[in-house]
């Protein structure tokens, strides 16, 4: 058996892109451990949320199973790539309903993947979360994505400010793409331009790098991800 080079939760680690992360982290011979509603058979480890529990007690059944599982351990990165999408404007029928979701998904998500790395991200470790280039600006036919993704910019930036609970010399940055290469945007999106989407083995591979202490970010950064002829450069907000 190899012996494990690293350590690394992937919230979110089921989805699309989740799952690109998780195997590309267990590629390089980490341990991986996943945290969404279903496991991922490739992680070495699955918390499996309960969506009937409150915000916070999600949050206290994760940190006690990653004590559990973790016993004395630390990892070396906390990547956050849960999410998902609703429209609707302020007179949709949906509007309150779909916000909750999304504050959900992006919102209680990302807080609870800042509390795991204050509790079990090493010394000079990253934290990765998910923003949007959209929430940069109004979104009003979706407003509650809009707004769920601009709280976790927020975040981001009171997580890389002095005194934040975060370890010491570990950074936190945010991806904000356009639009991801995943299977369910195919299905809905048939006839859209695919060469300004962003594939998901260029973020995982980012990731990466970044465990590698390689193209770190600086602590604190909003990185667009703006793909033309499915080449992607980052663009710092």
Known sequence: MA?????VIIYGGKGALGSACVSQFKSKNWW???IDMKPNESADANIVVNANR???EQESDILSEIKNILKEDKVDGVICVAGGWAGGNASSSDFIKNNDLMWKQSVWSSAIAASIASHYLKQGGFLALTGAKAALEGTPGMIGYGMAKAAVHQLTKSLASKDSGLPLDSIVATILPVTLDTPMNRKWMPKADTSTWTS?????????????????????????LITK?????????
């Open 3 to 7: 012996a494990v080079l690293g350590r």
């Open 32 to 34: 991986v451990g996943s």
């Open 54 to 56: 409150n915000w916070q």
């Open 200 to 224: 998901l083995e260029f973020v995982s591979d980012l990731f990466w790098k970044w465990s590698q202490n390689q193209d770190r970010p600086s602590n604190g950064s909003l990185l667009q």
């Open 229 to 237: 002829d499915n080449k992607t450069t980052l663009i710092t907000v």
